[in-house]
């Protein structure tokens, strides 16, 4: 019954921006700390930005920090993620995840209970 559906990914140009959305079902979505994860073809997984339950704390990796911008709509069950002068590098299937709000949020992919099944974000040069 748990579900989290990312929208949003395309194909665009370097500088370029995009609005990634993830809806989720199944759960008190305002009990759960939000993350946004992403894979490139041959990488590992990457952390990319997370959000506490109210809004309040935010958490960013170093490559996107200044250039992304994570937050939530409790009212709506939606976590969003803008993306702005996108890079070569930031092509990857984007992930939202769902992690329960016990001891804090984090950026740890591992500690997060749901995932959804990705969007696709291409940036070409």
């Known amino acids: 019954q748990v579900q989290l559906v990312e929208s949003g990914g395309g194909s665009v140009q370097a500088g370029g921006s995009l609005r990634l959305s993830c809806t989720a079902s199944g759960i008190t979505y305002s009990r759960y700390c939000m993350g946004w994860f992403r894979q490139a073809p041959g990488k590992e997984r990457e952390e990319v930005a997370a959000?506490?339950?109210?809004?309040?704390?935010?958490y960013y990796a170093d490559s996107v920090k200044g250039r992304f911008t994570i937050s939530r709509d409790n009212a709506k069950n939606t976590l969003y993620l803008q993306m702005n002068s996108l890079k070569p590098e930031d092509t990857a299937m984007y992930y939202c995840?769902?992690?329960?709000?016990?001891?804090?949020?984090?950026?740890?992919?591992?500690?997060?209970?749901?995932w959804g099944q990705g969007t696709q974000v291409t940036v070409s040069s």
């Open positions: 995840a769902a992690k329960v709000s016990w001891l804090g949020c984090s950026l740890s992919a591992t500690e997060y209970n749901y």
């Open positions: 959000i506490s339950t109210g809004g309040s704390s935010l």
